[in-house]
T-cell receptor, first 118, second 111 residues
Framework: GAVVSQHPSRVICKSGTSVKIECRSL??????MFWYRQFPKKSLMLMAT?????????EQGVEKDKFLINHASLTLSTLTVTSAHPEDSSFYIC??????????????FGSGTRLTVV | DAKTTQPTSMDCAEGRAANLPCNHS???????VYWYRQIHSQGPQYIIH???NNETNEMASLIITEDRKSSTLILPHATLRDTAVYYC????????????FGTGTSLTVIP
């Protein structure tokens, strides 16, 4: 089945630095990828939608200059948290649309990245 | 996308069927019902989806009422590994249609 790999699974960074999170579709081409963040005991919040070769579309209230998204190929999207602050500490999850069969119209999710900013 | 309403939490005895309800009274005719689950600190996992007919796969069954205003996810023989947060989502199938997650139901399977 469709597999989405997310890396790293955990990262700790210092306040003010930037962190890049990768999301790869391993066995299918992902025409569209999505980035979510999740705070403890809360639901997933959609941050942005990225389509290969075009600019990402951000949800209301999400700072596009802070959360840089690049979807340069059909198998890779990256989320860069710039000038990270402790309040950016969260669980970030990507998902990808693609693959075959009945699940084509569903989405496959990565395993998530736990970001801690100290 | 239509909003969904789910109970905050449920318990189920191990080996028994877990029935998770979802209300989606404002669902439109071209919106599907999807179920995902999220085990602690992992990404959501697809379970099942349907439009108007009942569906069954190796993981679960999905029962959608005739008026499509509600549905029930059934895990026929719950195990401890089924403890997770279950999300019911309704959305239109098509290019770029996002998944918006509600609060979900936290299911605890009790030994």
């Amino acid at each position: 089945g469709a597999v989405v790999s997310q890396h790293p699974s955990r990262v700790i960074c210092k306040s003010g630095t930037s962190v890049k999170i990768e999301c790869r579709s391993l066995d299918f081409q992902a025409t569209t990828m999505f980035w979510y963040r999740q705070f403890p005991k809360k639901s997933l919040m959609l941050m942005a939608t990225s389509n290969e070769g075009s600019k990402a579309t951000y949800e209301q209230g999400v700072e596009k200059d802070k959360f840089l998204i690049n979807h340069a190929s059909l198998t890779l999207s990256t989320l860069t948290v710039t000038s990270a602050h402790p309040e950016d500490s969260s669980f970030y999850i990507c998902s990808a649309r693609g693959g075959g069969g009945a699940r084509t119209y569903g989405y496959t999710f990565g395993s998530g990245t736990r970001l801690t900013v100290v | 996308d239509a909003k969904t309403t789910q109970p905050t939490s449920m318990d189920c005895a191990e080996g028994r069927a877990a029935n998770l309800p979802c209300n989606h009274s404002t669902i439109s005719g071209n919106e599907y019902v999807y179920w995902y689950r999220q085990i602690h600190s992992q990404g959501p996992q697809y379970i099942i989806h349907g439009l108007k007919n009942n569906e069954t796969n190796e993981m679960a069954s999905l029962i959608i009422t005739e008026d499509r205003k509600s549905s029930t996810l059934i895990l026929p023989h719950a195990t401890l590994r089924d403890t997770a947060v279950y999300y019911c989502i309704v959305r239109v199938v098509g290019t770029g249609n996002q998944f918006y997650f509600g609060t979900g139901t936290s299911l605890t399977v009790i030994p």
